[in-house]
């Protein structure tokens, strides 16, 4: 059996075999930084417009020009990038309230959605979800079809009612196996387009921000919704979430957001559109760190027999690593391996406990500054068989490397 050591040793070895893996990863980053270095000069960002503001924030130009960058980056209309949205999960809540009414269908094309949405969509009954106001619900997976057949398979889903709205996940929240690239997901608004005209088609971009070079909206889609705890918070973001799409549909969001009638038009940035556009700025550098010990993390588990999720030589659209543990004892064992790696709360263990939104109990280890973040270093999974764990997240590298060594050790220790 190996040690942490040789396998610290052995991740540097992989670091120089997958040298063309990480390039790429590093280009990908350079050419996003670029990108994000244009939208701050297109909104004319200056030094005397980084004031915060109280109260109502009506007139906030801090924050009208910090959206004005996300919309750029973006390739999208508008913007709602406010401290008020406290997550990726209220974030979506927001787009999915603004844009449906009663009688209307909403239908998610990639198989079940993330957790916390079964209780928006009233999947799982909860108070005020959307079933409660008359919204229908229908879902279908075309992602495990090829793409020839996603037009067939979208008439027979939507042969009783045409949805309003169209929910794409890109990420692969603890169901599905796989997160969804760029391109896929381009193909498959086209298809919804094709066969829905009229439809609006939301994406769940936690997880994704940032990971290529484009982005849904760039591709067609209405609404793309996500969270600074995520890719663009870059662990330096304390708070906050967006909305980003056509300006019809970011306003509808915004009557959600706040109310009807004042909708965009209120909500202080508080100083945190500074810690926004500083979270971008940083944002390109922190993924080229998660995802190169994201992969490295990859290669070194499937050399010690673990079953991972992508594997090293796959190309991500998420920065999530699935990692088959094989029974509860060896989860928790890695789960106590990333807890001891993390920057807070090393000497903590990690117990299964119930989570509000999720609905199996939840494994979850990370000590981050940002509470919750999962751009920090992080590990959870729902408590249940296979005893799949996540990996995500990690400011550096070898952060991931080292939480990852002691994984396959702590695991090795375990009877299976
Ligand atoms: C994390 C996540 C959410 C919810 O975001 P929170 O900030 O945890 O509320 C929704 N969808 C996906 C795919 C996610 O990964």
């Not at 992989?14 to 270095?37: K, P, T």
């Not at 209309?77 to 269908?105: K, M, N, W, Y």
């Not at 079940?112 to 005020?128: F, H, L, N, V």
């Not at 004892?329 to 709360?345: K, P, T």
Request: charged share 20%; aromatic share 8%.
């Amino acid at each position: 059996m190996m040690t942490e050591r040789q396998l610290m040793e052995r991740a540097h070895q992989l670091e120089r075999e997958y040298a063309i893996e990480i390039e790429s990863i590093r280009e990908v980053q350079h050419r996003n930084f670029m990108r994000i270095l244009d939208a701050f000069h297109a909104a004319r960002l200056a030094t005397s417009d980084l004031r915060p503001m109280s109260g109502y924030g009506i007139g906030d130009s801090l924050r009208d020009k910090t959206e004005r960058v996300f919309a750029t980056l973006y390739g999208a209309q508008a913007a709602l990038v406010r401290p008020q949205i406290i997550s990726g999960t209220h974030a979506l809540a927001i787009a999915l309230f603004g844009v449906l009414r009663p009688r209307d269908l909403l239908c998610c094309v990639t198989g079940a959605p993330y957790d916390t949405m079964e209780e928006i969509i009233g999947i799982r009954p909860s108070d005020g979800s959307l079933a409660e106001f008359g919204v229908g619900y229908a879902q279908c997976d075309i992602t495990t079809s090829p793409s020839e057949l996603w037009e067939g398979q979208l008439e027979q889903c939507f042969s009783a009612q045409h949805p309003k709205l169209v929910l794409i996940q890109r990420s692969r929240g603890y169901k599905r196996v796989r997160a969804l690239r760029e391109g896929e997901i381009a193909r498959m608004i086209l298809s919804v387009k094709r066969v829905s005209p009229e439809s609006l088609v939301l994406v769940d971009n936690c997880y994704g921000d940032l990971l290529e070079d484009r982005e849904p909206t760039m591709d067609g889609a209405d609404l793309l919704a996500s969270s600074f705890m995520k890719n663009i918070g870059a662990g330096v973001v304390p708070t906050g979430g967006y909305v980003v799409g056509t300006s019809r549909a970011v306003a509808l969001a915004a009557t959600r957001y706040s109310s009807p009638g004042v909708g965009a038009e209120i909500g202080p940035n508080l100083g945190f559109a500074e810690a926004f556009l500083r979270g971008l700025l940083f944002a390109p550098t922190v993924l080229e760190q998660v995802l190169t010990g994201n992969l490295l993390a990859s290669a070194l588990l499937q050399e010690n027999g673990f079953s991972v999720d992508p594997g090293p030589h796959e190309l991500r659209g998420d920065i999530v690593l699935r990692i088959e543990c094989g029974s509860r004892e060896r989860f928790i064992a890695f789960a106590r391996a990333v807890q001891e790696c993390s920057a807070l709360d090393a000497d903590v263990v990690p117990e299964p406990s119930r989570m509000q939104g999720y609905e199996t109990e939840v494994l979850m280890a990370g000590g981050t500054l940002v509470q919750g973040s999962t751009v920090e270093l992080s590990f959870d999974g729902p408590f249940r068989e296979p005893y799949v764990g996540y990996l995500q997240g990690g400011l550096n590298t070898w952060q991931v490397v080292q939480a990852t060594a002691r994984g396959i050790v702590y695991t090795m220790k375990v009877l299976k």
